[in-house]
């Protein structure tokens, strides 16, 4: 009960904030609306289900129908926690290019009935489930440049279900885990006395390898399929769809850090003035931010193969030039800020209140004054706070490692330094001014 009304303390000073700062949050408790898209999935999912009763091996079909159950529980269970969203200023923008899209391809009847679904994240990322719907998580909207490469990359996740790629893994899938070959070879390994973890490995590395070389060819079918469907609606922005391989290609880089400056700025009061020690962590500085291949090669099983080799693929096989790339439309700009607002919240609701922080912090010292970033700011310390009491910390707030950057490490090495009487002061200096 407490937990409770602590987040609906935090909800109602958020919507107080992001009233006196002139931007509309995205509504993240509509009920009404989850339990529709629940009806609308299920209905789908039946049809789905149905057509793996068809199946002549009837284990296979009955394995493949448990590995389907897993998939739609986690999304209903996602839809229950929140993290898939009603947006109207996103919906409107997206739906209009969905129906551009269908219009130009009219040969591609089962896109007239795609859904495209907005979804609370931690990366920029866009994904097809099957079924008609595709996901786009809202991070991405802050990280590409302009509508045309949103469009190419959802031309790009509509192609993946049309060629029914979502379906055929989880065949591949449930193939593969009932294999005779794997089968023999799983209890091969839990006879032998030595060397079982090594032997282990070796097979998980074959199978992982396998599936990559396949995944990159199936990332292509879906490149050049999506850029047909994206060449028929926007016809003399083709070179858009290269730059968005670029684009993608750069969003796992920190484009901005946290410097002592910033946080003596903003972490500075009257009752308690920045102390330096807050920032000083001797265990940082000793991290060697080893960025040696261990077990192997990372480039090659990257989520999104590799993005040059893809766009030069596609140019090749298209003949695509770049002479018509245009600059980022300043309506977009306002797409961009706004998303990274949604970006804050979607990482509140999904209980990464150290990550939504650190992301509020970076655009706060540009615009320190900021009512919905100072509210962001002040619920965050207040959940952190909690966490602290709790001895929860390591469930919301990550730990530091090597594998972050200089300037997240110094955040969370400040974070998890504070007093609690700190934290405290730092909590009123965020609240609201009445």
């Excluded at 590995?67 to 919906?91: C, H, L, M, W």
Aim: aromatic fraction near 12%.
């Amino acid at each position: 009960m407490v937990k409770k009304i602590t987040l609906l303390f935090c909800l109602i000073y958020l919507f107080t904030c992001t009233a006196q700062s002139g931007y509309t949050a995205i509504d993240t408790a509509n009920v009404a609306w989850r339990n529709k898209l629940k009806a609308a999935y299920n209905q789908r999912v039946a049809q789905t289900l149905l057509s793996f009763k068809n199946l002549p091996d009837k284990s296979y079909s009955k394995d493949l129908a448990a590995s389907y159950a897993e998939i739609n529980t986690e999304f209903t269970d996602k839809v229950n926690r929140g993290q898939f969203v009603q947006g109207p200023y996103y919906e409107d923008q997206i739906n209009a290019l969905l129906k551009k899209i269908a219009s130009a391809n009219p040969e591609y009847a089962s896109l007239a009935s795609a859904q495209i679904l907005l979804s609370f994240a931690e990366t920029p990322n866009a994904y097809a489930m099957g079924d008609g719907f595709v996901v786009v998580n809202l991070p991405l909207f802050a990280n590409v440049y302009t509508e045309d490469e949103v469009a190419f990359i959802l031309c790009h996740e509509l192609a993946h279900n049309l060629l029914n790629h979502p379906r055929n893994g989880l065949l591949e899938y449930v193939k593969l885990k009932n294999s005779s070959d794997i089968k023999k070879r799983t209890r091969e390994i839990e006879k032998q006395k030595y060397n079982k973890g090594e032997t282990a490995s070796n097979l998980f590395k074959k199978i992982v390898y396998a599936n990559r070389k396949r995944h990159r060819e199936v990332e292509f079918q879906a490149d050049s399929l999506g850029f047909v469907l994206y060449k028929n609606a926007f016809a003399g922005k083709e070179s858009a769809a290269l730059k968005s391989f670029i684009t993608l290609d750069d969003m796992d880089r920190e484009k901005d850090s946290l410097l002592p400056v910033d946080y003596e700025k903003l972490f500075s009061s009257d009752k308690q003035p920045f102390n330096k020690e807050w920032i000083l962590g001797e265990e940082i500085s000793k991290y060697k931010y080893d960025k040696t291949l261990k077990f192997w090669q990372i480039d090659s099983l990257k989520t999104h193969p590799d993005c040059a080799d893809r766009a030069k693929r596609l140019q090749t096989v298209f003949k695509i030039g770049t002479e018509n790339t245009e600059d980022p439309l300043p309506a977009y700009q306002d797409v961009v800020k706004r998303a990274k607002y949604d970006h804050l919240m979607g990482l509140f609701v999904l209980k990464e209140y150290g990550k939504s922080l650190y992301q509020s912090l970076l655009l706060l010292k540009y615009d320190p004054d900021n009512a919905y970033l100072r509210g962001m700011v002040h619920d965050a310390f207040l959940k952190i706070q909690e966490a602290q009491k709790n001895y929860t910390m390591n469930k919301y707030v990550d730990t530091m490692s090597p594998r972050y950057s200089y300037s997240y490490n110094t955040f969370l090495s400040f974070v998890r330094q504070l007093r609690k009487s700190e934290i405290s002061e730092i909590i009123n200096q965020y609240s609201v001014k009445k």
